[in-house]
C-alpha cells in the first residue's frame, strides 16, 4: 500500500497540471486579474491599458474588418463608446485575427476600416495573437468588460455579448454590456457577468511548418 | 402567317411552362424551424448518427467546408446517417442568401435555418462546449451513446479522422 503512494502522489500531481493547463487553454474567467497588453493602435503608436490614467476600467471588444457578423456591432459599440468613455469605461477594439489567415484584416486595411466608420475609439491589432490566447477569445465579436482595483489591477467583470440581438438593433430586449457597465458606476454587483452569443471563428496562424 | 405565330405562341407557352418547372424542380426548400424542432432531432432515440454543421452564409470558413459534409453524406448514403447543415442566418435573408446559396451550390443535403436569434438562451442546451463561433458541428447517435461536438473549420481529413478514431462512423 505504502508503495503505491508515490505512484498516485504522481497520478494527481499530472491531473493538476492538466487541469490547470486546461484552465489556461480557456483564458479568463469571471472575476480574473486580466494582465496588461501593449499593442499597436491605427494611428501607429502602441497603447496599454495603463496609459489613460483616468480610465476606471475597458470594454475590451475582440473584432475584426472582415466578419459580416462583427460589423453588425460596428455602430453599436461607436455608441458604447460615446456613452461610457466619459464615465471612464472607453471601448478598446482588437482585431484578433492572422494577416496571413486573413489578408483583409491588415494593419492598412484596419486603418482604412477606421477611417471610413470614424472608430472614436482604439482599435489594436494582436499580431502574435497572445493577448487573444490569454482572454480566451474564441470568436469576433467578443466583448470583455475589465474593471481596474482599487490596486490597479484589471478584473474580469462580463464576458459575452453586447446584446442579445445582432440582426436588429430595434429588436433588442437585453442590453447585456449596458447593464453590467451600469452596475459598476452604480458599485452594484452585475446580475449577468457571462452570456453567449454565435459569431466568426478567429482566424489562426497555421503552426509553423 | 396567323397559324404559324399561334404555333410560335404555344411553343413559347410550352417552353415557358416547362422551364418554369424546371424552376420549382430545382427550387431548394429550406424550412425555418425554431429550437424545439432542432432538439426533436437532438433528442432522437433512432440508432441514426446525425451530423448537425452550424453554420451561415456570412461565414467564410463555413463556406468551404460545406462540400465536405455534402461528400459524407454521400459516402453513407445507404447508412443511417444524416447531415443537417443548420443555418444562422437571419430568418429575413432566408430567400435574399439561404436559398439562392443553396440553390447555386445545388445542396443535396437536408438545410434548415435557425431562427432563434436570441443566442445565449440556447446555445448551452445544443452544446455546454460550444463558445458559439461558426462554424461548430455536432456528430451523435443517441442509441450508441456516441457524442463529438467539435469548433473549427474541419477539412476531409480531419472529418474522417474524427469518425473513425473519436466516433464510431465506420464507413
Given at each position: 500500500?505504502?508503495?503505491?503512494?508515490?505512484?498516485?502522489?504522481?497520478?494527481?500531481?499530472?491531473?493538476?497540471?492538466?487541469?490547470?493547463?486546461?484552465?489556461?487553454?480557456?483564458?479568463?474567467?469571471?472575476?480574473?486579474?486580466?494582465?496588461?497588453?501593449?499593442?499597436?493602435?491605427?494611428?501607429?503608436?502602441?497603447m496599454s491599458l495603463k496609459d489613460q490614467k483616468n480610465a476606471k476600467g475597458y470594454v475590451v471588444t475582440f473584432t475584426c474588418n472582415t466578419c459580416p457578423f462583427a460589423k453588425l456591432y460596428e455602430d453599436r459599440l461607436i455608441q458604447l463608446h460615446q456613452k461610457y468613455a466619459p464615465l471612464g469605461y472607453p471601448v478598446v477594439a482588437i482585431n484578433p485575427?492572422?494577416?496571413?489567415?486573413?489578408?483583409?484584416?491588415?494593419?492598412?486595411?484596419?486603418?482604412?476600416?477606421?477611417?471610413?466608420?470614424?472608430?472614436?475609439?482604439?482599435?489594436?491589432?494582436?499580431?502574435?495573437?497572445?493577448?487573444?490566447?490569454?482572454?480566451?477569445?474564441?470568436?469576433?465579436?467578443?466583448?470583455?468588460?475589465?474593471?481596474?482595483?482599487?490596486?490597479?489591477?484589471?478584473?474580469?467583470?462580463?464576458?459575452?455579448?453586447?446584446?442579445?440581438?445582432?440582426?436588429?438593433?430595434?429588436?433588442?430586449?437585453?442590453?447585456?454590456?449596458?447593464?453590467?457597465?451600469?452596475?459598476?458606476?452604480?458599485?452594484?454587483?452585475?446580475?449577468?457577468?457571462?452570456?453567449?452569443?454565435?459569431?466568426?471563428?478567429?482566424?489562426?496562424?497555421?503552426?509553423?511548418? | 402567317?396567323?397559324?404559324?405565330?399561334?404555333?410560335?405562341?404555344?411553343?413559347?407557352?410550352?417552353?415557358?411552362?416547362?422551364?418554369?418547372?424546371?424552376?420549382?424542380?430545382?427550387?431548394?426548400?429550406?424550412?425555418?424551424?425554431?429550437?424545439?424542432?432542432?432538439?426533436?432531432?437532438?433528442?432522437?432515440?433512432?440508432?441514426?448518427?446525425?451530423?448537425?454543421?452550424?453554420?451561415?452564409?456570412?461565414?467564410?470558413?463555413?463556406?468551404?467546408?460545406?462540400?465536405?459534409?455534402?461528400?459524407?453524406?454521400?459516402?453513407?448514403?445507404?447508412?443511417?446517417?444524416?447531415?443537417?447543415?443548420?443555418?444562422?442566418?437571419?430568418?429575413?435573408?432566408?430567400?435574399?442568401?439561404?436559398?439562392?446559396?443553396?440553390?447555386?451550390?445545388?445542396?443535396?443535403?437536408?438545410?434548415?435555418?435557425?431562427?432563434?436569434?436570441?443566442?445565449?438562451?440556447?446555445?448551452?442546451?445544443?452544446?455546454?462546449?460550444?463558445?458559439?463561433?461558426?462554424?461548430?458541428?455536432?456528430?451523435?447517435?443517441?442509441?450508441?451513446?456516441?457524442?463529438?461536438?467539435?469548433?473549427?473549420?474541419?477539412?476531409?481529413?480531419?472529418?474522417?479522422?474524427?469518425?473513425?478514431?473519436?466516433?464510431?462512423?465506420?464507413?
Amino acid at each position: 500500500m505504502q508503495r503505491q503512494f508515490p505512484l498516485l502522489l504522481l497520478l494527481l500531481s499530472v491531473f493538476a497540471l492538466l487541469t490547470s493547463a486546461m484552465v489556461a487553454q480557456n483564458g479568463y474567467q469571471v472575476g480574473d486579474v486580466a494582465t496588461d497588453f501593449t499593442l499597436k493602435n491605427v494611428n501607429g503608436q502602441m497603447m496599454s491599458l495603463k496609459d489613460q490614467k483616468n480610465a476606471k476600467g475597458y470594454v475590451v471588444t475582440f473584432t475584426c474588418n472582415t466578419c459580416p457578423f462583427a460589423k453588425l456591432y460596428e455602430d453599436r459599440l461607436i455608441q458604447l463608446h460615446q456613452k461610457y468613455a466619459p464615465l471612464g469605461y472607453p471601448v478598446v477594439a482588437i482585431n484578433p485575427n492572422d494577416v496571413t489567415a486573413s489578408p483583409g484584416d491588415s494593419f492598412e486595411q484596419m486603418q482604412k476600416r477606421a477611417k471610413d466608420k470614424k472608430f472614436p475609439f482604439a482599435y489594436l491589432q494582436d499580431e502574435s495573437q497572445e493577448v487573444t490566447k490569454r482572454f480566451g477569445a474564441t470568436r469576433t465579436p467578443h466583448l470583455y468588460i475589465l474593471q481596474k482595483t482599487s490596486q490597479g489591477q484589471w478584473k474580469v467583470a462580463y464576458i459575452g455579448a453586447l446584446d442579445n440581438n445582432a440582426g436588429d438593433p430595434e429588436k433588442v430586449t437585453e442590453r447585456y454590456a449596458e447593464n453590467a457597465l451600469n452596475s459598476l458606476l452604480a458599485n452594484q454587483p452585475i446580475a449577468q457577468t457571462f452570456t453567449k452569443a454565435i459569431g466568426c471563428t478567429i482566424k489562426w496562424r497555421a503552426s509553423a511548418q | 402567317m396567323r397559324v404559324p405565330g399561334n404555333l410560335l405562341v404555344a411553343l413559347c407557352l410550352l417552353v415557358g411552362l416547362a422551364s418554369s418547372r424546371g424552376a420549382v424542380a430545382q427550387n431548394a426548400h429550406v424550412p425555418v424551424i425554431k429550437l424545439a424542432q432542432l432538439q426533436h432531432y437532438l433528442n432522437s432515440s433512432a440508432d441514426t448518427t446525425y451530423i448537425i454543421n452550424l453554420w451561415a452564409t456570412w461565414c467564410k470558413p463555413c463556406i468551404e467546408e460545406i462540400p465536405h459534409f455534402e461528400a459524407l453524406q454521400k459516402q453513407y448514403a445507404n447508412q443511417p446517417v444524416k447531415v443537417l447543415l443548420v443555418s444562422l442566418d437571419f430568418a429575413k435573408d432566408l430567400d435574399k442568401k439561404v436559398i439562392p446559396f443553396v440553390q447555386r451550390r445545388q445542396l443535396k443535403s437536408t438545410v434548415l435555418l435557425l431562427d432563434e436569434p436570441d443566442y445565449n438562451s440556447w446555445i448551452d442546451a445544443f452544446d455546454p462546449a460550444w463558445s458559439g463561433a461558426l462554424p461548430a458541428t455536432l456528430f451523435f447517435n443517441n442509441a450508441k451513446q456516441q457524442r463529438l461536438f467539435v469548433e473549427k473549420p474541419l477539412t476531409p481529413a480531419l472529418l474522417q479522422e474524427y469518425l473513425s478514431t473519436k466516433f464510431s462512423l465506420k464507413p
